[in-house]
């Protein structure tokens, strides 16, 4: 699940009790519930991810990470887990039905999810069940997780890539994956971190690299996914640089049926990838948005 949202001022000791009682009623009557973010690949829709929201009857929001810390507390993570996922396979199969022309849905898992050898056999039934293909999938997973020194980790990785899901290595570029790792392991897709994106105004070093891993994707053959593009110059850099997936708030705010994204300007027909500034527009209006995915 993601939760990247700004961070939850402190909660009180009873509070955080009522929270963790709460939250187990919640998911067995589906307190929560997910909003969607649109990623776009030149202009066209690319898919959406999934967000974690819950909102509590007295003190309202609650933050996505707060969630999952809750959750961990009282032995609720798998059980969010699994909430989450069928959800958004619900969810997805009632688009299909609508004819709305979306191509899948990402979900973040925490990293203890790849130590359950039984998850690829759990997700065939549930997707069978919705009459969805497993590409209408894919599931985000951060590097360390990914390469968890636990062997089964790895081998459950590439048995949901073998049943057909789709796999994105989440937050790259701030774990601790090496090359020599990177070619192994059984992704489609890697994902900026937001504070790349962030900098990309304000640090060289950013942009650096940015440009850095714009071509490891490439050569890599896999699809390159920015997250957290709030800006016109933070768009522009990217697509200039031949970043292929956009996601973020000013391309489209996440909601419970996803929106029509903002038009954006289109993309070169030969990007290049020198690490200069790109030229700034005035920060389009609105907070910034995020939550990892839900990462349950």
């Known amino acids: 699940m993601k939760t990247a949202n700004p961070p939850q001022p402190p909660i009180p000791a ?54 999952v810390q809750l959750a961990e507390e ?3 993570l798998h059980a969010l887990t699994l909430w989450v996922l ?25 990293a203890g999810s790849l130590l359950d050898p039984a998850l690829p056999e759990w997700l065939a039934p549930l997707l069978y069940s919705h009459g969805l293909q497993p590409q209408a999938l894919l599931l985000e997973i951060t590097e360390t997780a990914m390469l968890s020194p636990d062997p089964i980790a790895l081998a459950t990785a590439h048995a949901l890539r073998d049943s ?10 701030t774990g601790y994956s090496s090359l020599s790792m990177l070619h192994r392991l059984p992704v489609s897709e890697i994902k900026l971190d937001r504070s ?19 071509q490891i ?6 699809s390159v996914v920015a997250e957290g593009v709030e800006t016109e110059a933070q768009r522009r ?3 200039e640089h031949g970043c292929s997936v956009l996601q973020g708030y000013l391309l489209s705010p996440s909601s419970a049926v996803p929106s029509a994204p903002r038009p954006g300007p289109p993309a070169p027909s030969k990007p290049g990838c ?12 609105g907070p910034a948005y995020r939550t990892e995915s839900h990462k349950p």
């Open 196 to 214: 790349f994106v962030h900098d990309i105004e304000s640090r060289v070093t950013a942009r650096v690299l940015i440009c850095a891993m714009l």
């Open 86 to 110: 069928r959800e958004a396979c619900r969810q997805m199969a009632e688009w299909q039905a609508r004819d709305m022309a979306i191509p899948r849905v990402s979900v973040n898992l925490q």
């Open 274 to 285: 020198a690490p200069g500034r790109s030229r700034r527009k005035r920060p389009a209006d």
């Open 217 to 222: 994707g490439a050569s890599l053959n896999l």
């Open 237 to 239: 850099f990217l697509v």
């Open 14 to 67: 009873q509070d955080r009790l009522q929270l963790r009682a709460a939250l187990r009623t919640a998911l067995r009557e589906d307190g929560p519930v997910l909003h969607y973010q649109p990623q776009m690949r030149d202009g066209a829709l690319h898919g959406v991810e999934a967000l974690l929201r819950w909102r509590h009857p007295r003190l309202g929001a609650i933050a996505p990470p707060l969630v």
């Open 74 to 76: 009282c032995g609720l």
């Open 164 to 173: 057909g899901i789709a796999l994105a290595l989440d937050d790259f570029g």
